[in-house]
């Protein structure tokens, strides 16, 4: 009898034992991983992931021991990094109570609002559709987002984060500007971030158009021309004569003034640049060939330079 008791107390303590080291004790997963669990899963949903991720040996045995030993709080959505030999309780914690893994979707300066759709509406993680932005109202920065965000959400972020920008950089803006409003500000930072990839050159440049304003000339900025036939895309090809004359309330050749609205979405330093442009007589600029521009103050000088200019296309064979 003695003997009985024993054996039946063993394999009491056996059942106890068992499911408990299977819970808390080492997992099967050879190698840190990410596993990514969709909106509205469930345990056992959950627990499916996780079996084909090699994180836990059965999806059965988790979801009835989670039952029993694990927590009852809801289990988040997202990308969660699970570490080698994680135990499933440690698992379940993690997909209750822990941060998703963050990821990075990054809008380069200059970006157009249609490259900014596709940028997004290519990132697999995120949910939902998103329409076009309003040209120039997303500001272009690294946002981090966790799997399951919606894109709209995505981009409402943006355009926080480009009214900010734009306020601030207004309220300490340089005084006597040619630009009277943030929206102008905004629109003529999108030619000045389109028309050079040098930020030291972004003041002159700046420079140029507001003199430019000032006196009524045309601001001739090649694109504003391209925007309207585009609409961001590259060109592919080059100006029309038809393209330069053509009245679409964007052409800065064919109309004097500033664009009807902005060519893409300038980074800070563009907007900074416009509301603190370089004190010059400058009123012309040209490519040197080497990346960047030379400014002249007369059309004489202009006309030397764009001759050189020409010389080392020709030189290339680009003419």
């Known amino acids: 009898m003695r003997r009985l008791l024993i054996l039946v107390l063993a394999l009491a303590a056996l059942a106890v034992g068992v499911p408990a080291w299977m819970w808390r004790g080492p997992g099967p997963l050879a190698k840190p991983t990410i596993v990514r669990i969709p909106e509205g899963a469930t345990i056992a949903s959950a627990a499916k992931v996780l079996e084909e991720a090699h994180a836990i040996r059965s999806a059965t045995w988790f979801r009835g021991l989670a039952g029993k030993l694990g927590s009852r709080d809801p289990i988040r959505a997202g990308e969660f990094r699970i570490t080698a030999h994680a135990s499933a309780a440690t698992i379940l914690d993690t997909l209750q109570h822990g941060r998703p893994a963050l990821k990075l979707v990054t809008i380069p300066e200059g970006t157009p609002s249609v490259i900014v759709q596709d940028k997004l509406m290519a ?3 995120l949910t939902g559709s998103v329409p076009v932005p309003p040209e120039g109202s997303v500001l272009p920065d690294s946002y981090a987002y966790q799997a399951g965000d919606s894109r709209l959400m995505i981009v409402q972020r943006m355009q926080k984060a480009m009214d900010k920008a734009l306020a601030a950089e207004w309220a300490a803006r340089a005084p006597n500007l040619v630009v009277t409003t943030p929206r102008q500000a905004l629109i003529l930072a999108s030619i000045v971030e389109k028309e050079t990839g040098v930020a030291s050159e972004r003041t002159m440049v700046a420079g140029v158009y507001s003199n430019r304003l000032k006196l009524g000339m045309a601001l001739q900025a090649d694109p504003t021309v391209i925007y309207p036939v585009t609409r961001g895309r590259p060109l592919g090809r080059r100006i029309l004569e038809s393209e330069l004359h053509a009245k679409n309330g964007y052409n800065t050749y064919a109309e004097a003034g500033l664009p009807e609205g902005p ?57």
């Open 123 to 125: 990132t697999k993680a």
């Open 263 to 319: 060519i893409c979405n300038p980074g800070r330093a563009s907007i900074n640049a416009v509301l603190h442009p370089a004190v010059t007589q400058a009123l012309y600029f040209v490519a040197n060939g080497q990346g960047g521009h030379v400014f002249a103050d007369t059309l004489a000088q202009h006309n030397a330079n764009v001759k050189k200019w020409y010389a080392i296309r020709h030189a290339r064979g680009e003419m």
